[in-house]
Each structure stands twice: as structure tokens, then as C-alpha cells.
């Protein structure tokens, strides 16, 4: 099922489709069950959406077309990641990820990936970029016990602080502040721009 996704004049409601579209990609994902899910240019901020193996394949297209794009902007809030996946596959493309946080170790991964965080998934991010993202482990993405494929991305100022580290502040690269992966099971990063 294909679902586009508009926050500012999307409606969460079963009618929403591809030409109606949905205001959440929550929505999308877990009320209409999409599997290829499309995103208008514009800002998207909802809270923390969990992709997990109820939604067992996912493909989230953004749009990057001219000087329109779709731009997930969590604002430093303190609810996670913009994407948390578990136990699922998911591919993410033509979306700029910026101003995401991830601190909450409470969560079974919390504190790994600032704006893309994964677990026991196969990720593919490709076309996207990440400006301004932290986390104790993947300033932009971390992953564990995943695969992950990235291409064609883009990183600027994104940060690790390291786990158990005594401020949120502290930048640690060690951890990897653009993509921190841990036991994971293979990762390939291509044609990719580091600053």
C-alpha cells in the first residue's frame, strides 16, 4: 500500500492515500499499514516514529526536488530519534534529518543513532542529509546488531558524546559522530560527504 504523507495539510484518517494524504507518518505506517510511504516537501516534527516487525518492509521516500524538501526537524526535543526501528527493514531516502537528540537509555536503544536508530534491522539510507544530530553512540545513525547501507548522503556537525559520558555536551568521536554501529552484521558506506 502506497500513502503520502503531508503535515501541513494531511489528515490522519483510513481514506488517507496517495492523493489524500495522511497527516503522520505514524499514521501511515501503523493505522493504513503502507509499506511505500511518499513525504511532501515541508517540515515533519512529530514525536519519535517506531518502525518495528509489525511493519516487516518500509520504504520512506522524501521529496528533494528543486528547492523543495521534506526536512524532519526534532528541535532538540528530548523524545528521541526521529526514526527508532526494531526488528524490521526499512529503506529512507531524499530526507534532511536535523536538530535530533537521543540520550534516552532507558529504551532498548536509547542513546544510539541522533536522528536514525536501529536494532536487530536492515537499514538503507540513501540521498539524505544529516545536519546538526547527536547521540551517545551515531551523532546521524546508529545502529546495533543491524546491517546498514548508506549512499549518496551528506553528514555536517553531527556528534557522539560517548556512553556514560558525564555531560550530553561532551563531543566524543570515538563513537562515531556521524554513524556509530555496534556487532552489526555488515556496513557499506559510499559516495558519501563527511564534515
Known amino acids: 500500500l502506497s500513502v503520502a504523507v503531508n503535515p501541513s495539510t494531511g489528515f490522519d484518517s483510513p481514506a488517507c492515500n496517495t492523493s489524500l494524504p495522511c497527516q503522520t507518518i505514524t499514521y501511515a505506517i501503523h493505522s493504513r499499514k503502507a509499506n511505500l510511504v511518499y513525504l511532501s516537501a515541508g517540515y515533519f516534527n512529530e514525536s519519535n516514529v517506531v ?3 509489525s511493519s516487516p518492509f518500509v ?3 522524501g521529496s528533494n526536488a528543486g528547492g523543495s524538501s521534506s526536512v524532519f526537524d526534532c528541535n532538540r526535543r528530548s523524545s528521541g530519534p526521529a526514526f527508532s526501528i526494531v526488528n524490521t527493514t526499512v529503506s ?3 530526507i534532511t ?4 537528540a537521543n540520550f534516552n537509555v532507558v529504551s532498548g536503544i536509547g542513546g544510539v543513532g541522533g536522528a536514525v536508530s536501529a536494532s536487530g534491522s536492515s537499514v538503507t539510507v540513501s540521498d539524505c542529509k544529516f545536519f546538526n544530530n547527536t547521540a551517545q553512540i551515531g551523532g546521524a545513525i546508529g545502529v546495533t546488531s ?3 547501507l548508506v549512499s549518496s548522503c551528506v553528514f555536517e556537525n553531527n556528534t557522539a558524546t560517548c ?3 558525564a555531560s550530553t555536551a561532551t563531543a566524543c568521536s570515538a563513537w562515531g ?3 556509530g554501529t555496534e556487532e552489526s552484521q555488515s556496513v557499506s558506506i559510499t559516495d558519501s560527504a563527511f564534515s
Do not use: K, M, R
Not at 534529518?97 to 535530533?100: A, G, H, L, P, Y
Open 97 to 100: 534529518f536535523q536538530n535530533c
Open 163 to 165: 556512553p556514560n559520558a
Open 59 to 61: 520504504s520512506i521516500i
Open 146 to 148: 543491524s546491517s546498514l
Open 177 to 179: 559522530g556521524a554513524i
Open 51 to 53: 518502525i518495528n516487525s
Open 92 to 94: 529512507i531516502s531524499g
